[in-house]
C-alpha cells in the first residue's frame, strides 16, 4: 500500500497509481478515453462513490472518502482541484438526500472545509448570476 505522506506533493501520475493499489476495480473503470485525464479519472471515483451512496454502501463510502482526504493532505495543485471540481461537486454538491447527508457526515474536517469553500463560492456565483438576471439592461 502506498504512503501518502513520504516524498513531495501528490499529482496525477501518484493518484492513478494509488487508485490502483487501493481500489484496482475502480481504476478498471477507467475507459481509454477518460485515461491520463486527471479530472475524467477522478469523476470515475466520484461516480463510483455515489453507486455505494446511493446504495448505502457505507463503508465502502467511507474507504473512498478516506482516500480522497489522504490525497488532499498532500496534494499539489492539480490534484487539489481534480478533488474540489471532479470529486466533491460531483459527489455532494446541491444534494441533501438522506443517503447523502449521512455521507456528509462521514467527511474529515479537512473535506467538509473544502466541501464549504466549494459551497460558498457556488453561492456566490449564483447571487451575482440572479443580481445580473435582475438588473434592468
Not at 19 to 29: G, H, I, M, N
Request: proline residues 3%; aromatic residues 8%; negative net charge.
Amino acid at each position: 500500500m502506498g504512503d501518502f505522506r513520504t516524498g513531495g506533493p501528490k499529482g496525477k501520475n501518484d493518484f492513478e497509481r494509488l487508485l490502483a493499489e487501493r481500489f484496482p476495480s475502480v481504476a478498471a473503470q477507467i475507459d481509454e478515453s477518460e485515461r491520463d485525464l486527471l479530472h475524467l479519472e477522478m469523476a470515475v471515483l466520484a461516480r463510483v462513490t455515489c453507486r455505494a451512496i446511493d446504495f448505502a454502501e457505507f463503508e465502502e463510502v467511507q474507504l473512498h472518502l478516506g482516500f480522497v482526504d489522504e490525497l488532499l493532505s498532500n496534494a499539489a495543485p492539480d490534484l487539489e482541484n481534480a478533488i474540489y471540481v471532479s470529486y466533491l461537486e460531483n459527489v455532494f454538491l446541491g444534494l441533501e438526500d438522506r443517503r447523502y447527508l449521512t455521507a456528509r457526515g462521514m467527511l474529515s474536517g479537512r473535506m467538509q472545509t473544502a466541501l464549504a469553500e466549494l459551497e460558498d463560492h457556488w453561492g456566490k456565483v449564483a447571487k451575482w448570476t440572479k443580481q445580473r438576471q435582475d438588473s434592468p439592461s
